[in-house]
Each structure stands twice: as C-alpha cells, then as structure tokens.
Antibody, heavy 117, light 107 residues
Framework: EVQLVQSGAEVKKPGESLNISCKGSGYTFSTSWIGWVRQMPGKGLEWMGIIYPGDSETRYSPSFQGHVTISADKSIRTAYLQWTRLKASDSAMYYC??????????WGQGTVVTVSP | DIQLTQSPSSLSASVGDRVTITCRASQTISNDLNWYQQKPGKAPKLLIYAASSLQSGVPSKFSGSGSGTDFILTISSLRPEDFATYYCQQSYSSPYSFGQGTKLEIK
C-alpha cells in the first residue's frame, strides 16, 4: 500500500527557517516524482513543485521558485520542503504528493504551518 | 504557464441530481486533464485522469469528458457524501496547475 506520511504541525516566527518532511512507503521511492501542494486557509490548491529522487531533478512553479527548496533523500525515502526565511503569508496547509506524469495519485495527510510574530 | 478556469465557482444541488462542472484551459492540453475531490479537512482524492479515465475504486457515477481546451466533470445521482469541492488539474506541462475549485453544496 502506497503511503506518504508527513511531519507534524509547525508554529514559527517570521524570518525563521523551516524544514517539513514526507516519508514514502509501499512503492519505489527513487523512481517516482514527489512534490508539494499548498492550500492557504479557505483557498484552493496551488502546485508548488516536484522532485525526482533518483537524480534530484526538480521543477518549480514560478510562483514559488526562489522562496522554497524541494529536496529528497532517497536513502531514507523522504522528501523535504524548506524555507530559509518564513513570511506570515507562508501560513498554510502543505500536502506532499506522488506525481505520475504530472497527475497526483497519492497524497500525504498534510502539514499545517503557522507563521506568526 | 497554463491557466485553468473552472465554472461555476459554487453550485447548489439536491440529493439525486446530476451536475456538471466545466474546466477551460488557456491553451490546448490534449487530454491531460485530471479531476480531484476534496472534503473539508481532508487531502484531495483523484477521481478522473486523462480527461475521462476513472481512477481505481472511484464509483462510475463520476465521469469526465473533453479534450483540447474544454473539459467536463459529470456527477450523477448525487448523494450526501458527494458534496465537496472539486478541482481540475492539467498534467500537460509543468507547472502542473490547478483550477480554482468548484464548491458543490446541498440545496
């Protein structure tokens, strides 16, 4: 059974750094794209980017390029979403997702990030 | 980048009704269009991929059609558990954008 298990909720201050994670199981992690989707409170889904753990090829949405970093460690089957300087506007639910030819067939449970002074 | 526009943004319907939701792409995307259902507090769920293929385990009351720039999601015989928000997504080219969503509410 494919599972994506995300790290727990985070509360941070503006300007702080953050790293949230997503551990995959039940499939060949290194040969499947995995990515991140943002959902701000009461709003729709926003595709952020994806990574191919086998060679770390990464694709970003222009809306998120330069503000977040997507990485993966195939040895521990884990993908990461990283910020170096959080803003209040980063407060949202973040889903990791397995991507197959662009579509998303499995989703993590979501990680809530709250950024507040 | 490809923009997807869903209509309507919200829709009221009754149990037993049949509803349609449309998704229009800003450029041709062949049949690389997917539909998801999201219930409050839950992760989205894939319903339809490649415009008209039903994801495994999804009831046949959900169906999709279209190609090029115009796509339709049809839900027949609405039941209480179908009231949710529906999103289209294009998988034609990165960034693989979503539509803004359609909230289906009980009338």
């Amino acid at each position: 059974e494919v599972q994506l298990v995300q790290s727990g909720a985070e509360v941070k201050k503006p300007g702080e750094s953050l790293n949230i994670s997503c551990k995959g199981s039940g499939y060949t992690f290194s040969t499947s794209w995995i990515g991140w989707v943002r959902q701000m409170p009461g709003k729709g889904l926003e595709w952020m980017g994806i990574i191919y753990p086998g060679d770390s090829e990464t694709r970003y949405s222009p809306s998120f390029q330069g503000h977040v970093t997507i990485s993966a460690d195939k040895s521990i089957r884990t993908a990461y979403l990283q910020w170096t300087r959080l803003k209040a506007s980063d407060s949202a639910m973040y889903y990791c997702a397995r991507s197959r030819s662009g579509l998303i067939d499995y989703w993590g449970q979501g990680t809530v990030v709250t950024v507040s002074p | 980048d490809i923009q997807l526009t869903q209509s309507p943004s919200s829709l009221s319907a009754s149990v037993g009704d049949r509803v349609t939701i449309t998704c229009r792409a800003s450029q041709t995307i062949s049949n690389d269009l997917n539909w998801y259902q999201q219930k409050p507090g839950k992760a989205p769920k894939l319903l339809i991929y490649a415009a008209s293929s039903l994801q495994s385990g999804v009831p046949s009351k959900f169906s999709g059609s279209g190609s090029g720039t115009d796509f339709i999601l049809t839900i027949s015989s609405l039941r209480p558990e179908d009231f949710a928000t529906y999103y289209c997504q294009q998988s034609y080219s990165s960034p693989y954008s979503f539509g803004q969503g359609t909230k289906l509410e009980i009338k």
